[in-house]
């Protein structure tokens, strides 16, 4: 970047000190208190309080224009949408977060722990929506009206939307956002949610992989039957399920479905993903070499390859086992799948393979929700390449680039429905328990976020420096 360095380092710095004194705890702690889990409540008032009551007024304060707006699916929660204009300003940027959470688990989390109250301990900040998504959204505002503090403008347009279903599948994101597509186009789209590749690596990812949920289900009879005066002369649907099971994937977790697995990786992906080591954290599981495609390294397995996960298993009462043969057994299952695997065929190809395989008293139930899209940035577009000569010169590391992150988001919204070029800069880790208790931040990574992400809004805003030209112009 060329010019303005002295106040560039400035508004760094500033925005660093942002966490060391409190003053960005001090917002994440409100924003914790807000009990918004879309999973218990979609449309809880705190829903709405969330929006109207803590962000409104924070966002009008910096010179938004904010609306409250029902969602095109019943029952579905709210969206805001916050606009801030300057009259030379060239650049749109569009930037996402979502306010919901999942449960709270109040009752598992550790001694002293309340998932609705922000508490510190040593380096891990605590609360449940602190690492998904309160935490994460919260940190770029945050450097954005650090930006704006110093140097009284941006230089940028900015819109922003705030979603309140994320942890139910996003239900009326993708409507939504065609009702308003002309209101919500830009030029390029930033955000934040999920995990960097290891703690201590700043990362930028340019998509994620799609997902899609599904029950396998055999009803063989009504009832469970004497094991002592059956066994042997009628089938146990549990035996049936895990061997149908076993001709989905292999003892190692490699996927034997020719649909499902994904073509190649391309040659940029493999550049990308070169060097990347994937590490979890003190607490996260340890990677294991001998699990998942064989041949891959495991930053191409993750973040370059198809899952398939049994998510639970169910057959007979496990709780209080008798001595007969069930009636029944389900899996809930799961496909995490990269961009060239066709999300709508994937249901419809693993019926035909079961009846292939000789289980065609497996039923495949269709998914209660649809799947999300699989969406990637090339690691070489101008965009992604801009946002990390920017992270490297505040954070004084080069980040590590993903093509997509392991995980899935409603990426496919932004980058298709509304075509944007998609830079997401997580400020997370993988052993935050963002779905878990004690879900929790990391004040160094906090610290860096806020750093970053103040260097890259001035960098965006600076008209000296050199930058993709804008979709309007």
């Avoid at 008293?361 to 690691?379: G, H, I, S």
Wanted: glycine fraction near 10%.
């Amino acid at each position: 970047m060329k010019n303005s360095l002295n106040d560039r380092d400035q508004v760094v710095a500033k925005a660093r000190l942002l966490a060391q004194d409190g003053s960005f705890l001090t917002i994440l702690k409100r924003r914790v208190a807000y009990k918004t889990s879309s999973q218990d409540d979609p449309t809880s008032p705190a829903m709405d309080a969330y929006l109207r009551d803590e962000m409104w007024p924070y966002l009008q304060a910096m010179g938004f224009v904010c609306g409250i707006y029902p969602n095109p699916i019943n029952g579905a929660g709210p969206f805001l949408i916050a606009e801030r204009f300057e009259t030379d300003a060239r650049l749109t940027v569009l930037s996402y977060g979502h306010a919901d959470v999942i449960r709270g688990q109040d009752d598992r989390w550790h001694d002293g722990l309340s998932p609705w109250e922000l508490r510190q301990k040593a380096e891990r900040v605590y609360g449940r929506g602190t690492a998904d998504n309160k935490g994460q959204h919260s940190i770029n505002l945050e450097a954005l009206r650090s930006v704006l503090d110093s140097r009284g403008k941006l230089g940028f347009n900015v819109k922003l939307i705030l979603e309140t279903g994320e942890e139910t599948g996003s239900p009326g994101l993708a409507a939504f956002c065609e009702q308003h597509k002309d209101r919500l186009k830009a030029d390029l789209f930033i955000a934040s949610d999920g995990p960097r590749i290891r703690p201590e690596l700043p990362t930028i990812y340019g998509g994620s992989r799609g997902v899609i949920n599904f029950e396998l289900r055999i009803e063989a009879r009504k009832g469970a039957h004497h094991s002592g005066n059956w066994g042997g002369l009628i089938s146990n649907p549990g035996i049936r399920l895990a061997h149908a099971i076993a001709t989905i994937c292999d003892a190692r977790g490699s996927i034997k479905l020719s649909s499902w697995r994904p073509q190649s990786l391309s040659a940029a992906v493999r550049e990308s993903l070169c060097d990347i080591e994937v590490d979890g954290g003190e607490d996260g599981p340890k990677v294991e070499p001998e699990w998942g495609e064989p041949g891959l390294s495991p930053a191409e397995r993750v973040y370059g390859w198809n899952s398939f996960e049994v998510l639970a298993f169910q057959t007979g009462n496990p709780s209080a086992p008798v001595n007969a043969i069930p009636g029944f057994a389900n899996a809930h299952c799961q496909l995490r799948f990269v961009v060239g695997t066709k999300p709508e065929t994937i249901v419809e190809d693993l019926r035909q393979h079961l009846i292939d395989a000789g289980f065609a008293d497996v039923e495949v139930c269709d998914p209660v929700k649809p799947p999300m899209a699989a969406t990637r940035l090339d690691p070489h577009d101008p965009w992604c390449l801009f946002a990390v000569k920017s992270i490297a010169e505040s954070l004084g590391v080069r980040p590590g680039v993903l093509p997509n992150l392991g995980g899935s988001l409603p990426n496919d919204v932004f980058a298709e429905i509304l075509g944007l070029p998609t830079v997401w800069v997580p400020h997370s880790y993988a052993g935050c328990n963002q779905h878990a208790p004690n879900e929790h931040m990391l004040m160094p990574i906090i610290e860096e976020g806020l750093a970053a992400m103040a260097g890259l809004f001035w960098d965006l805003g600076d008209p000296a420096n050199e930058k993709p030209t804008p979709k309007s112009t």
